[in-house]
Every structure is written in C-alpha cells, then in structure tokens.
C-alpha cells in the first residue's frame, strides 16, 4: 500500500507564500476535467458513465486490537458509521455489507483469512454497473523481510499481533491481487484505508493530493499574525545591519554586555545552546564582526521583501480559497531522501491521539525505515493496460511516512480521517465530487489539528469528477446512482 506521512510520502510542501495558491502539478500538460464533459450530465463522453445503475456491496473492516498491546479505540466505530451512511445515503441494503470486526460473531472478527473472504465475498458476481466498496480502519506498517530490501507496505489484521510475518499481515502486493485486479469492466469500486502508510496503497495512474486545505478565516488571521511578526524582526535586522554597515555602530568597540543590551533593543531572538553564557546570544557573540557586515543588509531586506510579498498575496486571498493541490503519479514523483516522521499527541490540546502504526516485530525500531525508490514494486504492473479500464478510487488517511490517528471526535472515538470525510459528504448534502470531496475533508483535517495529509488513487485524472459513490450534484444537475 500502504505507507506513513503516516504513511511519509512525498512532494515537500511549498512556502509560505506558495501555499497560498491552488497548485495543480500534472505530469502532462491537460486542464482539469469538468463533470459534464465526461457524460455525468449527457449521454455523451468517451468515458464511462457515472451513475451506478447495479447492484450495490460493502466490505467494512474496523480492527481495534482489544485486549493487546496495540489496541485501538476508533476503527470499529469508524465502519459503524461508514454503514449508516452507505445505507441511509447511497443505497445500499444493510444485508449487503459485511462487517468484520470484534463486535461480531468470532467467525467475523477480522482475522487475515476472514478479511481475504471478505473480499471475494465482495466480488462474488459482480458485473457491470455494480459499485463494490471496501473500508479498512486499523493499523498499517511496512515489512521487510531483511536489511538489504525495500519494505512492503502492509496492513495488519487481528492475528498479526504476535503472529509470524508475512503470513498474518496483507502486503500490498496481495491488495492488488484480492482487491483491485479482480474488477470487471463497467464495474466501480470505491476503497478507503484509514490507517498509517497508505498513500501508495494503490498507485494508480492519477492520485490526488491535498497538501494544505482551503484557507479559512480562522488560518488567515493566524498566518497574517505569525507574517506580521516575521515582518516585524526583519525590519528590525535590516535597521541593525544599516546601522553597522553605515559605522554608527561600532561593535569592535563595545563590551559584551553591551553588546547584549544592543541585541535586546533590536529584539534578536534568544537561543540555548552547548555555549550559552546565559545571555541567549552567544551564537551572536561567537561571530566574527565581518559577519554582521558582508551582505547582511542584502539579505536582511531580501527576507523582508518576501513577508511583505507574502502579507499582499494572504491579504488577497479569499476565504475558502487557497487549497495546495498535487495531481499525477505519486510513487513515481517520490524523492528518494526525505525525513521520515509519526505523528504525535497534539501538545495544542489535551485529546486523546493514538497512532494507527503497529511496527514489524524483531527489526531495529531505530533504524532509519527506507521508503520504495522509483521503478520499484507494482508500478509497471499498475500501467498495463487492464487497469486502464479500471473504475477505481482509492482513499488513504495519510502519506507513506505519515500516520492516522486515532483520535476522540464529536465525542466519540473514531479515525480523524473517516471523521473528516464524512463530514465532508454530510456538507454537500451526500453529493460531492471526488475532487472536491478531497479539498473539503482536508479542511476538516486542519480544522481538528490533524497533519495527516490524505491522498486518492484513481485510473483517469477525469474520474476525480465523478460523484462519490456515484452521487453528484453540479450545476443544477443531479446524477443519482
């Protein structure tokens, strides 16, 4: 899959100023699509249609682990929810979902080979027409099977937890098997995997990336402040610099407590650090005076033009604006060096936040994990050409090296992923693109504090405009699938 922001991934993010536009990065140069060129509001289009005109089935897999050392406390509650919308909103019948998890009888609880049934109960006549839909909430990881190889992205179901490995966890490999390859033509599938490691669960040909939500009213009052302040100390730099550079001040002459003194009247931040002499300046006082000299006003004004730069373009920008969006191959854009990080309890708030990652049992923990370089694993088989018939999406809560929490919400305890998206569907009434739908539960995610950043999967950039499970309302027009 399966990976960890939880899942870390990834296009870095961009700066300041930067992340304020709408950035759609494509690997070719095509607009994006609109709904109705695609045949959702005419018969026409080269691409199939939208509407879900067939039989509807749901596998919901929700694992908490109780009893174990990896319990969680969401994910049963996340299917449970999951359920009551697919039923309530997007018609399904409630004989037609299995749930797997440890409400159920223990036939059901959701061990490897429960899980693998499930999914070929899923595909058990499944023609065209049909919409097919699958939910995992639990732990994600990666495994490596020694030192020298790339790890596999996994997820872990109820009998990995002091189980052999590979044989209990699912590796990605086997959820293009079971789940993706076996989709006929015609046939629509709609995956959601609310654990860590999981941006390239799918690495379709088109994923789509939200990598900062739209901007809120709340977020430009908070960025205007912290650019305010950043303004406010370069000015402060540029002043010093002039004055030095201009021989009002002749550093060479003054003591070290003066020296301080001039450092606090030009509000130069303090540091700790192995040689503090308890002023907080002893990385200033540790320069050579030339340093304060040679190009420092250059640089100074430089950084002070770009927050200045910076305010003009936040100020502008309009509320509801300014989501960061990245469109194309995700596995293939990955950069082979980046830091690697898991999510953490929020120190903003006191909520509960567990991370959805159980790790690979007997490896080194503080090794430095590796994620997989370009041209490696499934991606040549992903371009052939029956997956280009594919009607398949795929969400993932978070980014290969990133993780998914686990966390109490709206007074319940649920995944901060599966939380954000169907909040998302329930503000646009149930009928929601694809793409917009992402944009959406992003904002959501910030809203709650949550870093994780959610990707989807899908076989054609166009498909991002279909309506989520084949329910879309654009322009006045209504697509009931």
């Known amino acids: 899959m399966v990976g960890s922001w939880p899942r870390h991934r990834c296009p870095q993010f961009l700066l300041l100023q930067t992340r304020l536009q709408v950035a759609y990065r494509h690997r070719r140069d095509t607009a994006p699509s609109h709904p109705t060129a695609m045949g959702n509001c ?15 089935k749901a596998c919901l897999v929700g694992i908490n682990y109780v009893g174990t050392s990896a319990q969680l406390q969401g994910c049963i509650n996340d299917v449970i929810n999951m359920q009551n919308i697919l039923v309530e909103k997007y018609g399904f019948k409630k004989e037609d979902i299995l749930m797997i998890n440890e409400d159920q009888e223990k036939s059901r609880w959701p061990y490897k080979q429960q899980i693998l049934e499930g ?9 065209p027409g049909d919409l097919l839909f699958f939910h995992y909430s639990g732990h994600g990881s990666q495994y490596q099977g020694d030192k020298k190889t790339m790890p596999s992205d996994v997820i872990c179901p109820l009998d990995c937890i002091g189980g052999e490995w590979p044989q209990t966890v699912i590796t990605d490999a086997e959820i293009h098997q079971k789940l993706y390859d076996p989709l006929p033509k015609g046939c629509k599938a709609v995956c959601l995997f609310d654990c860590c490691h999981s941006a390239t669960v799918a690495n379709l040909a088109e994923t789509m990336v939200v990598q ?8 430009k009052e908070l960025l205007m402040k912290k650019l305010q302040v950043q303004k406010e100390q370069a000015e402060t730099q ?18 070290t407590t003066d020296l301080v003194a001039l450092f606090e009247k030009h509000g130069f931040p303090k540091k700790t650090g192995p040689s503090d002499d308890g002023s907080g300046y002893w990385y200033l006082l540790s320069k050579e005076i030339k340093a304060f000299c040679t190009g420092s006003v250059q640089k100074a004004e430089k950084l002070l033009a770009e927050r200045v730069e910076a305010m003009k373009k936040l100020e502008a920008t309009k509320v509801g604006e300014g989501a960061q969006i990245y469109i ?17 309890k929020d120190p903003r708030t006191s909520r509960e936040v567990r991370i959805r ?4 049992p007997a490896m080194e923990q503080t090794e430095e994990k590796r994620v997989k370089p370009v041209n490696h694993g499934l991606k040549g088989a992903l371009r052939n050409e029956k997956y280009q018939d594919h009607e398949l999406w795929v969400f993932s809560g978070c980014q290969d090296d990133q993780t998914s929490a686990d966390a109490h ?12 998206l169907i909040k998302a569907l329930k503000a646009d009434a149930f009928k929601e693109s694809y793409r917009n739908l992402m944009i959406q539960l992003k904002g959501n995610l910030e809203i709650g504090r949550y870093d994780q950043v959610p990707a989807l999967s899908t076989t054609r950039e166009e498909y991002l405009d279909f309506g989520f499970c084949g329910k879309l309302k654009e322009d006045g027009c209504v697509i009931e699938g």
Do not use: C, M
């Not at 919400?409 to 954000?420: H, K, S």
């Open 212 to 219: 900062s939500g739209p901007l809120t009213a709340e977020k």
């Open 42 to 56: 005419s018969s026409g289009g080269s691409l199939p249609s939208a509407k879900v005109t067939g039989a509807k």
């Open 119 to 127: 999914i070929e109960w899923l595909y058990q006549g499944a023609k």
């Open 409 to 420: 919400v709206e007074g319940i305890y649920q995944g901060a992923f599966t939380w954000a």
């Open 357 to 360: 990652y159980f790790p690979q």
């Open 328 to 344: 194309g191959n995700l596995e293939q854009d990955l950069e082979d060096d980046y830091e690697k990080h898991h999510g953490q």
């Open 238 to 255: 540029v002043r010093f610099y002039q004055e030095v550079n201009s021989g009002k001040l002749d550093l060479k002459k003054k003591s």
